[in-house]
């Protein structure tokens, strides 16, 4: 590959990178629109197993949102009771969260909602996991690994 046609790309790459990642969340707004949540309110409600409690700070790290971010949306998806904030018996700084009945009867539709958006990006099953590989390889390279190299 010549230099002019690597700058280039470079160029593109990082245009496409935004474009999708905002076109992504764009779609799924469309979908959480009808349920008043946004896309980081859906984020943290995928990842609270159903009737399992997380505490915050794990959601924080595995999410890689800081305690600034996560807090307004733990305000927010409590205050529209689909969580439950739990202390900690043994050290009440130490929060978890839950999700409330109907925390679990909205996250049942969010299979669907994820199918759907799929869908509509139009893409052969072949290019969907090859697309999912890619974004995996650049996470576990660039973000996962950076967390194992600060914890060691």
Request: aromatic share 12%; hydrophobic share 35%.
């Amino acid at each position: 590959m010549t230099s002019n046609v690597y700058d280039q790309m470079k160029k593109e790459l990082s245009y496409l990178f935004y474009i999708t990642s905002k076109e992504v969340v764009n779609r799924f707004n469309r979908y959480l629109k009808q349920y008043d949540i946004s896309f980081p309110n859906y984020i943290v409600l995928l990842y609270i197993e159903n009737e399992k409690p997380i505490f915050i700070k794990t959601l924080c790290e595995e999410l890689y949102l800081d305690s600034g971010t996560i807090s307004p949306i733990i305000k927010r998806l409590e205050k529209k009771e689909l969580i439950n904030r739990i202390r900690a018996e043994d050290d009440e700084r130490r929060v978890k969260v839950q999700l409330t009945e109907k925390g679990l009867n909205l996250k049942k539709n969010f299979s669907q909602i994820s199918e759907d958006v799929l869908q509509q990006f139009d893409m052969e099953q072949d290019d969907s996991i090859a697309y999912y590989q890619i974004l995996k390889k650049f996470a576990d390279k660039n973000i996962y690994s950076k967390e194992q190299e600060l914890s060691e």
